[in-house]
């Protein structure tokens, strides 16, 4: 079974997991990808920050780079379960 797809503005809900995007502005006004992904709820919830070493010229670009990154991971850890 294909788990729903959810997606609202930087994050995407894919199964279990929250993919969120989090560009962070850098001081040469470019932009530093990073994205967070996280399950479950209350106290048994966990999540992972990833920070990447490109910068990209647009919020728009690290967004969709961080969103694909962490798209890449959730795949990957589902496919090991």
């Known amino acids: 079974m294909i788990p729903a797809i959810h ?5 995407i809900t894919l199964g279990k997991y ?3 995007a989090c560009p962070r502005a850098l ?3 470019r932009f530093a990808a990073q994205v967070s992904v996280a ?3 209350g106290s048994a919830s966990t999540a992972r ?3 990447f070493i490109d910068d ?3 919020h728009d670009d690290a967004a969709n780079y961080a969103l ?3 798209l890449d ?3 990957e850890a589902s496919q090991t379960h």
Not at 7 to 11: A, D, F, T, Y
Request: charge should be positive.
């Open 68 to 70: 694909a990154q962490g």
């Open 56 to 58: 990209f010229a647009t």
């Open 27 to 29: 001081p040469s006004g």
């Open 49 to 51: 920050i990833m920070s």
């Open 18 to 20: 929250r993919i969120a």
């Open 73 to 75: 991971w959730v795949h």
């Open 39 to 41: 399950s479950g709820r």
């Open 7 to 11: 997606i609202q503005n930087n994050s």
